[in-house]
């Protein structure tokens, strides 16, 4: 009988940095890992957590990691040919298939955009999929902002408004990423999605905003790891209610969230 708790090693193929406090880890996978899926990671004897995938291929997956605890700190201790231990996917994702056809609006905040990449990438490559796509995303300030080439290359193909929450920079604007959600036409689309990733009062502001833009709750999606444990709906950290998180989430229909978010 199959262990569900139990890891199983993968190598570290590439380790690319993106600011000074989050790295980039390209870790050998060959499974399925949809858009907006995690992984429990861990290190024997240190700890595990939960990290979405940020990037995937053929044969990788990847995971977009802040320094911020002893496991963290373990992981980015690693070089590449060492093995990072993992288990998953776990997770509902993105309904990417519900977004053809559709405008489509991405607000993320911060590492929130590490969910959202791979989706809007996917996009990316497939330009004739959506009618539009339009990304707000927020940084906290420029030594914060993550994927400046994907930012640069999404720019030719996406509506973009690119923010620092307190200082002023070329290619950004100043403020938080509420301030520019007026600027996209929700009203005037026929039908559409919008993805909301990020720190749960910006996810909760973001969507009130969209909501008074025109917005439908039932069209907005949210996604986010709320002390997240097990994975597998067993030792009910992350449970809000009658809500297991892991299990049912952590991607979310705004129905569903707007009781969740705290």
Same mark, same amino acid.
């Given at each position: 009988m199959?262990n569900?708790?139990?890891?199983?090693?993968?190598?570290?193929?590439?380790i690319?940095?993106?600011?000074?406090?989050?790295?980039?880890?390209?870790?050998?996978y060959?499974?399925?890992?949809?858009?907006?899926?995690f992984f429990m990671?861990?290190?024997?004897?240190?700890?595990e957590a939960?990290i979405?995938?940020?990037?995937k291929?053929?044969?990788?997956?990847e995971?977009?990691?802040r320094?911020?605890?002893?496991?963290?700190?373990?992981?980015?201790?690693?070089?590449p040919?060492?093995?990072?231990f993992m288990?998953g996917?776990y997770?509902?994702a993105?309904?990417?298939?519900?977004?053809?056809?559709?405008d489509?609006?991405?607000?993320?905040?911060?590492?929130g955009?590490a969910?959202?990449?791979t989706?809007?990438n996917?996009?990316?490559n497939?330009?004739?999929?959506?009618?539009?796509?339009?990304? /707000?995303?927020? +940084?906290? &300030?420029l030594n914060? @902002?993550?994927?400046?080439?994907?930012?640069e290359?999404?720019k *030719?193909?996406?509506n973009?408004?690119?923010?620092?929450?307190?200082m002023?920079?070329?290619g950004?604007?100043k403020g938080f990423?509420?301030e520019?959600?007026?600027?996209?036409? /929700?009203?005037? +689309?026929? &039908?559409?999605?919008? @993805?909301i990733?990020g720190?749960?009062?910006?996810m909760?502001? *973001?969507?009130?905003e969209?909501i008074k833009n025109?917005?439908?709750?039932?069209k907005i999606?949210?996604s986010?790891?709320r002390?997240?444990?097990?994975?597998?709906?067993?030792?009910?950290?992350?449970?809000?209610?009658?809500t297991? @998180?892991?299990?049912e989430?952590p991607?979310?229909?705004?129905?569903?969230?707007k009781?969740?978010?705290?």
């Amino acid at each position: 009988m199959e262990n569900i708790m139990l890891s199983k090693p993968h190598k570290v193929v590439k380790i690319m940095k993106e600011t000074q406090a989050e790295y980039t880890f390209r870790v050998e996978y060959t499974g399925e890992a949809k858009h907006g899926q995690f992984f429990m990671l861990s290190i024997p004897k240190v700890g595990e957590a939960p990290i979405s995938v940020s990037g995937k291929g053929d044969d990788y997956v990847e995971f977009t990691i802040r320094k911020v605890g002893r496991l963290t700190e373990g992981i980015f201790g690693l070089a590449p040919g060492e093995n990072l231990f993992m288990r998953g996917p776990y997770g509902n994702a993105f309904p990417v298939e519900e977004f053809k056809n559709k405008d489509l609006l991405v607000i993320c905040g911060g590492t929130g955009m590490a969910p959202v990449r791979t989706t809007l990438n996917y996009f990316y490559n497939h330009p004739d999929v959506c009618k539009s796509v339009n990304l /707000i995303a927020g +940084f906290k &300030d420029l030594n914060s @902002v993550l994927f400046t080439d994907e930012l640069e290359k999404w720019k *030719s193909r996406f509506n973009t408004w690119y923010c620092l929450d307190n200082m002023e920079a070329d290619g950004f604007h100043k403020g938080f990423v509420t301030e520019y959600i007026k600027e996209v036409p /929700i009203s005037s +689309f026929e &039908d559409y999605n919008i @993805v909301i990733v990020g720190p749960p009062a910006m996810m909760r502001f *973001s969507a009130q905003e969209c909501i008074k833009n025109g917005a439908e709750l039932e069209k907005i999606w949210v996604s986010f790891e709320r002390k997240m444990s097990c994975a597998v709906g067993k030792c009910g950290h992350c449970k809000i209610n009658e809500t297991y @998180v892991c299990l049912e989430g952590p991607v979310f229909n705004y129905t569903v969230a707007k009781d969740l978010l705290d």
